[in-house]
């Protein structure tokens, strides 16, 4: 999950991370207000996205009434693709120098990483990696003193300068275990004056963890149908081509939709029905495929532990129920695949042996 | 041979007693799989078919030599049930639940580590030494031996690959199903050098996805370390990049783990990746000649 | 630091492991009231010593005037040797069993153990081995479910009994680890009905992190002359004897009171100086001894890092100031010793080279 | 020979410029220890007198080979200077600081035991090959080359016995304090072992004292595998149960520890424990004979 940067910055406050004086407004009224009680002013739109600078997302002024009209046009409006729902109004920084922190975990070594800069501020791609430190936190023992220490030294500070760094990246750290983040970065960490802020704020929850941190306010990135298919305990992820595709597993369903690219189709949808296809289960996943206003729909089984004339069973009872005004491509080969394409053939359906054959004539359909 | 488990496996399930564990265990009994003992909490000095069932990986380590351990749990309490397979000093761990928490992921990889336990997932359909042992919930019938070592990312796909070359005539030593999280306790890497000293695995084939870097390591630890033929298959040609497609490891983020940037990788050692899936039989028959 | 069981009850409540209901009285009028509130109720003298029972330090009464009575004759008096500035009151349990629970230092595996058996309430080194379950906690992973649930299976629990001894087991262990404790321990921890409750508390804080627990109540163990000696950095111990005892090291102080055991004296104290014995500390330290009225003095300083000369300087400035009235004996070997002895000779006093030959004297001086 | 620590011994000091640590490092390159680097954070480039100062552990084992390092810093700070000499490799770590909480010092030990690292203290004096390397604080001049292997528990009474041992012309292989806090690196079952296989030592002095069990351990531990004649000090004998005489580990609990238990086990396996240390010589002698 991943938050908005006033709601990373509400975290940082918790955790004792500096942070510009400044809150979030969600009417022009609190923007006015705000930049009436803190004067020069930052107002940043708050979308899950990047550079918003360049889309006219940011604005810096020091009159309310300015604060107030820049709000009232962006609150409500599409930026990037997104809609504004909230903006972020924060006293300017006098910015001397900008860094960049930032905790992720490493696949390989399977702990923390931190990786720091004092190349901040730009996308961090392109810092250049003789400016970019990596340090791998070892798990057991966590941030101690030494390790952050060690990470200003090969960052090249010093001075009081360096100690606070040294205090972010503990506190960042333990933020970043304590609320299972995937991600904490701050892009960029400023030094103004004497002291050094988060002037930004990226956060992203481990999605999976999400049932321990019932405190944190939850955020939506999911699509109607995403959030439908995750009630439903599918996988599913909108797409933007034509053939909706119901598979068993997530890797076959990738590959699916490889499948049909490589025929010249497109896929409408991700659909993972996982291992268990029950009929309630099945005719929901129709459903959200349907919505899509698909013109073909391919369901690619590989029957395991999946059960092939359960799956037929499925399909055929919800076909039985309502019309399915699409052609339906099914692929069924696995467990109890006799039995499962007799009953496919009994509602009018003849089921294919392989991925390919399916795939291909799934996008022959989609393209009449 | 094989790599990791043989038939000589003494294999436990911890959560035996639910639906799942009860299941597979049976399945896996029937593959050949020497399941001696079970743990549920509480149900102590029951059975199962014939395998005994004890309170603690503890109490069934005092009374059975263990090999490996099976995790079926739900995913909020697959960290405990692990530490616990560790602590009691089982070495081989299969972790199937998906959606553990990716910080569980990482105390458990770094205690497994510290205590020299090998843990295949999580999110994994397990591993199985064909016609030998089979921890997992693969579907019995795909896994016949032969002489291709199998790596994988993902569960079905490994199923329709494994099951396209098992038409094909070609049986595999071992199938190793790495999981699909971002975290696992073991990566492609890990693998590759076990197939390369097994004297039966003639060829290896890896199953990757995008997200991730783990085939690009794969491919420079080919380079120097590989004399094997390897034969490849990515899924997630077609998915867009910041979209996680169902794995959670399988997410192009920033630029890093793209389909083409592993293709060419793979490709850059020798390695063929093959367009679709059911061209992986093929391959492979050419690199055994 | 030993806490007192109420203080240590408070913590467990703090903790979330269940307690009687009930709170200490300072006065018989609190007393009184607390009964009153509670009804059935037992009334414990709080002090730093078991067997409380056996020396009438505990009484059950519902009556509040009785309990008022007994608070009263309690408060203020002198228990098994020590004075009694608190009791505790609180609700009398049912008891059907009585189960012991404890987590301490293992200092061979350098780990935290829990010792558990259903033989509570006795003293624990009266509970035969076989009940008693030793269980090892590895310390990077601490009480984790599965530790807790393997220590009760041991304990042969099962059903709900064994559930909330878990959760206790968890509780007792973050606190354990939370206050840097050298000991918790609940004996008895006792089954009434369907609750598990913690009914006394023994709970030793370690003296050297008390830095980092501001926050807990104080208790104050040391006699005056060992907290002036805290004060000075000096390891000080009252004892019994009439010798008194200077020597740098807490091990040659040792060895130096087993001497003078060896010859038939007895030490008034033990006194540390370690290894920085400046003037002033020497003259405090001479000031500690001096309180305890002995016969004799031994100071014994092998110099290492300590420098005779300066010792010898110290005690010599201290002698000229204020007139020692009983006899010195010195032993004084080590960096510098030829000035040391010196400077000595100057204030009047031979040097010893050995400290049998020392003790032996000082032995001698305090027999007539 | 000589055990852990030897002519060869690159040795860092941790807080080197403070004043015990720049004192101290002066008295062991007087000595011969080959000191080759310091730390202290922020001070790095500096040097004291001929040896650089750097930054951090792991810069210095940048520049410099490292084998062992000792630890000049308040106990509050002991944990993570001794952590980050750990983290950084270091192989022996000498803990002079007293008072370092008890729990501080149980993760330290734990971490040094998953990373390999042997720990010397805390509250110890530190230890010394004699004439090849010393890491510690003990005066310099009675640490003479011979054939006797030295384990303590307590320093100043260490050099009292070791004193009189030179006085009476037995020099020291390798003479290592344990410490005496509670919770200590080694014990002297860990060190019993290192003596006995150590061709210089011909015999052992432990120098003991009450509280805890290691006395007994070391007891049971030379029965069955320590043929080398051993000779015994302990401190004690006069204290009462339940004071603790200086040494966090010196304390008599629930009757554990006392002195008359721990003569008595190393009596029982021949070992003769002196009742003055004045002894300690003599008996040594009659041993080497």
Redesign the interface.
Known sequence: MKMYEYMGKEQFAKFGIPVPKGRVAKTSEEAYQITAEIGDSVIKSQILSGKRGKAGGIKFTADPNEAKEFAANLLGSELRGLIVDAILVEQKLKIEKEYYLAIT?D??T???VVLASTKGGMD??DVPEEYMVKYHV????GM????A??IT?RMGL??GE?KQVQAILQKLYNMF?TL?A?LVEINPLVVSGDAVIAADAKVTI?D??L??HKDLPYVEERSESEKKAHELGL?Y?D?DGNIGVM?????????T??????YGG??AN?L?AGGGAGEEATAKALELIMAKDPKAILINI????TRCDDVANAFASVKKKAEIPVPVVIRL???NQERGREILQEVGIEAYD???EAAQKAVEFAKN | MAIYINENTNVLVQGITGNQGTFHTRQMVKYGTKVVAGTSPGKGGQKVDDIPVFNSVAEAMQNTQIDASILFVPAAFAKDGAFEAINAGVKVLVMLPEHIPVHDAMAIMNYARAKGTTIIGPNTFGLVSSGKCKIGIMPNQYFIPGPVGVVARSGTLSYEIVGSMANAGLGTTTVVGLGGDRVVGLNFIDVLPEFEKDPETKAIVLVGEIGGTAEEEAAAYIKEKISKPVVAYLAGKSAPPGKRMGHAGAIIERGMGTFEGKVKALNAVGVEVASLSFEVPELVKKVLK
Do not use: S
Not at chain 1, 302 to 305: K, S
């Open positions: 975990i696949r390989g399977k702990c923390p961090i791609e070892d798990y057991g023992i101690m003193a030494f390790a220490r060690e030294r010093g001075g360096a275990t299972d995937e481990d999976d963890a049932f321990r996988a992820v797409l598979a068993n597993g997530a890797g076959i369903t990738m590959a939709l490889d499948t049909i690219q490589n497109a896929a991700f993972d590989f029957g395991g532990i080969v696995g467990t392989t991925m390919h």
